[in-house]
């Protein structure tokens, strides 16, 4: 019975956190671009935003990993010192992805993929993930 007891606390435990980091994921498309916008919630506040740019193009095919690599770590200069941001690079057959990871509420400053948001960052540390992807379905996405 003991045993019972504890496992159910700890599935009820384990069910409770597990529902405090719900995502939302956004997208759009302009040319042959293509924008995955994934959003963390932490108590119904932006808490992570993965914003990832493909771009689909002919000139990609060639890349080597060396110049993935180089790009990955010119793109990461652009915001070393920078907190709450990370980047990654990618390149896959003809197309290139650049995510952008952000910890909203680590950020000292806003990132230029957010600009276009016309939210201030302190706005950006307060907005609910809601009104967040109302934002970005007026602009054109798609949210699931």
Excluded at 39 to 55: A, F, L, M
Excluded at 114 to 123: F, I, P, T, V
């Amino acid at each position: 019975m003991k045993k019972t007891i504890i496992g159910l606390l700890l599935c009820l435990i384990l069910v409770g956190c597990s529902g405090s980091s719900n995502k939302t994921v956004c997208t759009f498309s302009k040319g042959s671009d293509s924008y995955e916008i994934t959003i963390t919630e932490d108590r119904e506040k932006i808490g992570h935003v993965n914003y990832t740019i493909t771009s689909v193009d002919e000139q990609y095919k060639d890349l080597k990993e060396d110049d993935v690599k180089s790009f990955e770590t010119l793109m990461q200069q652009q915001v070393d010192g920078k907190k709450g941001i990370e980047i990654e690079v990618d390149a896959k057959d003809d197309a290139l992805s650049i995510t952008f990871k952000l910890d909203i509420q680590k950020l000292d400053t806003i990132p230029d993929v957010l600009l276009n948001s016309g939210k201030s960052l302190d706005e950006l540390k307060v907005m609910t993930v809601k009104d967040f992807k109302k934002t970005l379905e007026n602009e054109g996405a798609t949210c699931k």
